[in-house]
């Protein structure tokens, strides 16, 4: 089993910049990829980030390209999520989650392949 919790959603003006944490505890974090989701009001989760285990390959949604940037520091067992120049467009609750994949450069944007997941922050960005 692995716990995620995530921090650091807030109340930002657009063009703002926010910095997620997603805390894990339990099994071997070093040996799970990770991901950055989120929903919106009304709309489906969609994937927003992605970092393999060993952290040498990310992936990310288009429309956040150049904007985010996911991290993780294994030896603090957690993962991050840099958002500059926020939009309204970025509101949602923002979830992360871990996937158990062996393969050490890589990651994947599907919802399914992730094992576990995070109770979620709220991300508000005001126009």
């Known amino acids: 089993q692995v716990q995620l919790v995530e921090s650091g959603g807030a109340l930002v003006q657009a063009g703002g910049s926010l910095k997620l944490s997603c805390a894990a505890s339990?099994?071997?974090?070093?040996?799970?990829?990770m991901g950055w989701f989120r929903q919106a009001p009304g709309k489906e989760r969609e994937f927003v980030a992605g970092?393999?285990?060993?952290?040498?390959?990310?992936y990310y949604k288009q429309s956040v390209k150049g904007r985010f940037t996911i991290s993780r520091d294994n030896a603090k067992n957690t993962a991050y999520l840099q958002m500059n120049s926020l939009k309204p467009e970025d509101t949602a609750v923002y979830y992360c989650a871990a996937a158990a994949i062996s393969i050490p450069w890589v990651t994947t944007s599907s919802a399914d392949e992730y094992d576990y997941w995070g109770q979620g922050t709220q991300v508000t960005v005001s126009s």
């Open positions: 970092i393999s285990w060993s952290g040498g390959n990310t």
């Open positions: 339990g099994r071997t974090f070093s040996s799970y990829a």
